[in-house]
């Protein structure tokens, strides 16, 4: 018995030893294109499998039926998932074949996850396998949009992709330079609901100052992230120019009007500001004639963008432009409440200028 115990001991002392001569050694091939056995290949998604099984556990998953998070994430989906898994609009470019794993076609892939699982994937990517986590973490509210666009892509045609996804760079429609942006930004395609901000006429100092706050992490956003990979500083000027001179369709007043909340309170608040909770009036930097250029107008933009908006600047999470400290202090103390009925009273407004 003492003799075995010995030998185990001595085994256990040796062999990371061991493990690291044959590591050293240079015998195990860590080419992609022999790929895995196939015991190594099952052993790692059962590991896989099962690690976002458990990691998924208790999550609340958040109602999913929003239409309006469909363009939003199919559009992020053509920028930012299509080039490895393919759409239902184009195959799988050929060089993803020589990844190892290769991704995979999602479409049979989706029914075999939940929700909550299919979160955990895109939220945190998967460990050695080229899938990449969500580039921006707290926003936990565009990860949902697109877990929402998966469960559709079952199913979707081509035709139905691409009115989610909106024209493909190239095809002919509108300027070559903003071709990526309008897919998302075109003012045909937003509505009261939408999650999308409008920019046309918006400040072109304001919309400058987010691009480049994008670029430089400073505003938290993967999707916005991700369209701006490749754009450069002066980039940013001129497309902030172009959306800036162009006009409103405006969503019409009727497509804006709230729900449930209270935009009356909403105007008092933002028109007195609430000094018991050190809540200043919205409209001393907002929607002012003479107000500096690089605060944005709120008016007209949609009841879910401004109240997600808000709940971010409040929760810390949204960062922004030079100036965005002055609005996380401006909110930090509102309700929800507050936003709900902040964001009614701004969105039924009429579009100034
Ligand atoms: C650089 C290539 C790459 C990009 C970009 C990428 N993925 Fe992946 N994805 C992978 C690989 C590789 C796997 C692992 C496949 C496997 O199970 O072996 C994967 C796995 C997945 C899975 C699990 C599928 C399954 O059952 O195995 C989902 C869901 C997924 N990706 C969604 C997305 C979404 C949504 C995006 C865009 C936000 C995205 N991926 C971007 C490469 C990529
Ligand atoms: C995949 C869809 C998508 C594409 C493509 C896209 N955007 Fe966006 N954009 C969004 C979303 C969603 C937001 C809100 C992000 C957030 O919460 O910060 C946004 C926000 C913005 C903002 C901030 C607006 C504000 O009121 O604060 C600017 C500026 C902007 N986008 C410009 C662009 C430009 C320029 C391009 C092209 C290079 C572009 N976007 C491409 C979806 C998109
Ligand atoms: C002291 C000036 C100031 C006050 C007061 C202020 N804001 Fe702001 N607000 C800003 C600035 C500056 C930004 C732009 C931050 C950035 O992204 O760089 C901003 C951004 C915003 C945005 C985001 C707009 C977009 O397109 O993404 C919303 C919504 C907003 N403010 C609403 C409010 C509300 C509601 C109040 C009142 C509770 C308020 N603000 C009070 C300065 C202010």
């Given at each position: 018995?003492?003799?075995?115990?010995?030998?185990?001991?001595?085994?256990?002392?040796?062999?990371?030893?061991?493990?690291?001569?044959?590591?050293?050694?240079?015998?195990?091939?860590?080419?992609?294109?022999?790929?895995?056995?196939?015991?190594?290949?099952?052993?790692?998604?059962?590991?896989?499998?099962?690690?976002?099984?458990?990691?998924?556990?208790?999550?609340?998953?958040?109602?999913?039926?929003?239409?309006?998070?469909?363009?939003?994430?199919?559009?992020h989906y053509e920028q930012g998932c299509a080039?490895?898994?393919?759409?239902?609009?184009?195959?799988?470019?050929?060089?993803?074949?020589?990844?190892?794993?290769?991704?995979?076609?999602?479409?049979?892939?989706?029914?075999?996850?939940?929700?909550?699982?299919?979160?955990?994937?895109?939220?945190?990517?998967?460990?050695?396998?080229?899938?990449?986590?969500?580039?921006?973490?707290?926003?936990?509210?565009?990860?949902?949009?697109?877990?929402?666009?998966?469960?559709?892509?079952?199913?979707?045609?081509?035709?139905?992709?691409?009115?989610?996804?909106?024209?493909?760079?190239?095809?002919?429609?509108?300027?070559?330079?903003?071709?990526?942006?309008?897919?998302?930004?075109?003012?045909?395609?937003?509505?009261?609901?939408?999650?999308?901000?409008?920019?046309?006429?918006?400040?072109?100092?304001?919309?400058?100052?987010?691009?480049?706050?994008?670029?430089?992490?400073?505003?938290?956003?993967?999707?916005?992230?991700?369209?701006?990979?490749?754009?450069?500083?002066?980039?940013?000027?001129?497309?902030?120019?172009?959306?800036?001179?162009?006009?409103?369709?405006?969503?019409?007043?009727?497509?804006?009007?709230?729900?449930?909340?209270?935009?009356?309170?909403?105007?008092?608040?933002?028109?007195?500001?609430?000094?018991?909770?050190?809540?200043?009036?919205?409209?001393?930097?907002?929607?002012?004639?003479?107000?500096?250029?690089?605060?944005?107008?709120?008016?007209?933009?949609?009841?879910?963008y401004l109240a997600q908006q808000l709940r971010?600047?409040?929760?810390?999470?949204?960062?922004?432009?030079?100036?965005?400290?002055?609005?996380?202090?401006?909110?930090?103390?509102?309700?929800?409440?507050?936003?709900?009925?902040?964001?009614?009273?701004?969105?039924?407004?009429?579009?100034?200028?």
């Amino acid at each position: 018995m003492f003799v075995r115990w010995k030998y185990l001991i001595a085994a256990a002392v040796v062999a990371p030893f061991v493990g690291l001569f044959v590591a050293w050694s240079g015998l195990i091939g860590i080419g992609a294109s022999s790929g895995h056995w196939s015991i190594t290949d099952w052993f790692l998604h059962y590991t896989m499998r099962s690690s976002i099984r458990t990691a998924a556990l208790g999550k609340t998953v958040p109602p999913l039926d929003s239409p309006e998070m469909l363009p939003m994430a199919a559009g992020h989906y053509e920028q930012g998932c299509a080039m490895c898994h393919g759409s239902p609009a184009r195959a799988r470019p050929a060089v993803v074949f020589g990844m190892l794993p290769v991704p995979p076609e999602l479409a049979p892939q989706v029914p075999t996850w939940t929700n909550a699982q299919l979160f955990q994937i895109v939220q945190h990517g998967v460990r050695f396998t080229g899938m990449p986590a969500w580039a921006a973490e707290h926003r936990e509210d565009e990860v949902w949009a697109m877990v929402a666009f998966l469960r559709q892509l079952p199913g979707m045609d081509a035709a139905r992709y691409r009115q989610l996804a909106g024209p493909a760079p190239g095809e002919p429609a509108g300027q070559a330079a903003v071709l990526g942006c309008q897919s998302c930004h075109a003012e045909d395609r937003l509505n009261g609901r939408s999650l999308i901000p409008s920019l046309a006429g918006q400040s072109p100092d304001y919309l400058r100052d987010s691009l480049v706050a994008y670029l430089e992490g400073e505003r938290h956003s993967g999707i916005m992230q991700t369209a701006v990979n490749g754009l450069k500083v002066d980039d940013a000027g001129r497309l902030a120019a172009y959306f800036a001179g162009l006009p409103r369709n405006g969503i019409a007043a009727a497509d804006r009007k709230p729900r449930g909340a209270d935009a009356a309170a909403g105007e008092q608040l933002a028109l007195r500001g609430r000094p018991e909770n050190q809540i200043p009036a919205c409209s001393t930097c907002h929607e002012k004639a003479d107000g500096n250029p690089a605060f944005p107008r709120l008016s007209g933009q949609s009841v879910p963008y401004l109240a997600q908006q808000l709940r971010l600047f409040r929760d810390g999470y949204r960062g922004g432009g030079p100036f965005s400290h002055l609005m996380t202090r401006a909110a930090d103390n509102l309700t929800d409440k507050d936003i709900e009925d902040l964001a009614a009273y701004y969105a039924g407004r009429e579009a100034v200028r």
